[in-house]
């Protein structure tokens, strides 16, 4: 089976359409005030009205109240919640039937994958993404963590790769990783924010061949 791509932190129809005519299975809507990616009710509520049925609606919070979430949700018609810097047991309480939950481990050292067992009963799949130095984003920084920490582990729910991931090292990350699918943000931008469409046409188009 292909690997599954999401492309992460679209803003703009341009670069939402980029994303879906290049395949991706999988489009990512930021909702965190301090990211240059974050998007309003009204932009994702346009946004959203233009998405398939077939490719999956994400949104990103970090440690989210239940009224960004519930707004959030009515307005970008999101199937999957992508949860950053929340416990299982914050994100059991803010599970919304029928959504998809992932819960996001932060990786830098062997430990870290322990935390993906904790997920067990409460999300649908472990999203592995690099840990980023304290004060900055939790994600989104371009920063990749060692993948070969990865190489050979015993997944036992379904699980994505994220961190630092684009058109050059994509290829290897899913050699040594083996990653069902993969989620970029920056790496398809040409600026913090600015999403490139042309990046994201090569990024899909290297995924596609993987
Ligand atoms: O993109 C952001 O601004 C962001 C903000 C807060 C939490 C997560 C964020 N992005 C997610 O980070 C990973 C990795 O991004 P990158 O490819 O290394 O830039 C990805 O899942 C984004 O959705």
Redesign the pocket.
Known sequence: MSVQT?I??LSTPRTLDAAIAGGASHV?F?F?P?????VTFERVAELAASVPAHVKR?G???DPCNLLVEQAVAAGHLDVL?L??TTPARAAAIATKGLEIWG?VAVRTRADLDQARRWRDVAARI?Y??KTPENT????????FDWTLLEGFSHDMPW?L?????VENVAESVRVTGAPLV???????SA??VKDMDKIAAFLKATSNL
């Not at 989620?183 to 931008?189: K, N, P, R, T």
């Open positions: 999401k992460c932190g990512g930021v965190y301090s990211s240059p990616r974050n994400v990103v919070f970090v992508q950053h810097n996001v999203l993404d690099a984003l939790p994600g989104g920084m371009g920063l990749r994505a994220s961190g630092g991931l684009d989620d970029i943000s920056s790496g398809v931008e913090p924010g």
